[in-house]
């Protein structure tokens, strides 16, 4: 990668590759695509090839710096999000370790990537995805009328792509998917590295080790990942003890409290964050 792209992924969140493919390899990806099962494994041999790019394998190693897994997919842009169209996923605050990014006293740290790929052309308006560049770093809580896309607050934007190309975007990104007249042809792979606790699953065996039978329920608490089916427990603090709040929630540890009394909204307070400026 060169600093330029290095720049402009840590700060829109996003990176477009072009003309990875040759007009060849779309094809062949296009004909497969008509008959192909891309839930089945194995796969066909196109989106294997696509699966290993040797391009994409050289950005991911230099993104995520432990050994990188496919997490998920690949699957087709619109056939999962048909029944939330227009709403956004992702976002991060508070901070999700397992699908954190960040930039920090010289180290880059990446847990979740989406790799889609251009099966054809997209133009401007045409729908498909789209995302909220810079809102991997947001500090603040994401207004539930953007998540909804009842209001985009003129942030949401959709990627220009050619066929062929490639587009590298961090987990914790806005996106979704917005339909269009004939939504284009996008090929969607999540990557993770393989220290990132990514499901349930994972963490139920964690706890269920020897170990994890000594912990207090304080210290089980602590453990307890995000993305739980419930709320998790909350700790409360006075500062020398600690006890579980008898109320489930999400503690918001942002550094940014919009007062109420100020006259500044959410969506303004958010804007800002992300932006750096308001009108």
């Known amino acids: 990668m060169t600093d330029k792209e290095n720049y402009a992924f840590d700060v829109a969140g996003y990176l477009i590759v072009r003309d990875v493919l040759t007009s060849e390899e779309v094809d062949a990806c296009n004909r497969a695509l008509g008959g192909a099962d891309l839930g ?3 796969l066909s041999d ?3 090839r696509l699966r290993d790019h040797p391009i994409l394998t050289q950005y991911l190693d230099q993104l995520i710096a432990e050994e990188v ?3 998920r997919g690949p699957w087709v842009v619109g056939e999962r999000e048909a029944d939330r169209a227009n709403c956004l996923v992702g976002g991060n605050e508070p901070r999700d370790p397992s699908r954190a990014y960040y930039f920090q006293n010289g180290i880059k740290f990446c847990q979740g990537m989406l790799a889609i790929w251009a099966l054809s052309d997209v133009h401007p308006g045409d729908g498909g995805f789209v995302l909220v560049p810079a809102s991997h770093k947001s500090s603040v809580e994401t207004p539930s009328d953007l998540v909804s896309g009842t209001d985009d607050m003129g942030l949401v934007s959709q990627p220009v792509l050619k066929a062929g190309d490639l587009l590298l975007c961090v987990e914790t990104i806005l996106h979704g998917f917005v339909p269009g007249k004939e939504a284009p042809r996008l090929v969607a792979y999540g990557y993770a590295s393989e220290t990132a606790l990514r499901n349930l699953a994972q963490a139920d065996q964690s706890l ?3 170990w994890a039978s000594e912990m207090t329920p304080l210290q089980r608490a602590v453990m307890l990942p995000a993305g739980c089916p ?4 909350v700790l409360k603090s006075d500062g020398e003890t600690c006890e579980i709040a008898e109320t489930p929630g999400i503690f918001h540890p942002s550094i940014y409290r919009r007062d109420p009394d100020c006259g500044m909204d959410e969506k303004e307070l ?3 964050d992300l ?5």
């Open 275 to 279: 932006c750096g400026h308001l009108v």
């Open 230 to 233: 419930d709320h998790p427990p």
């Open 270 to 272: 958010y804007q800002w």
């Open 208 to 210: 269920a080790e020897a």
């Open 40 to 42: 089945s494994i194995p």
């Open 46 to 48: 196109p989106f294997v």
């Open 69 to 71: 897994l496919l997490d």
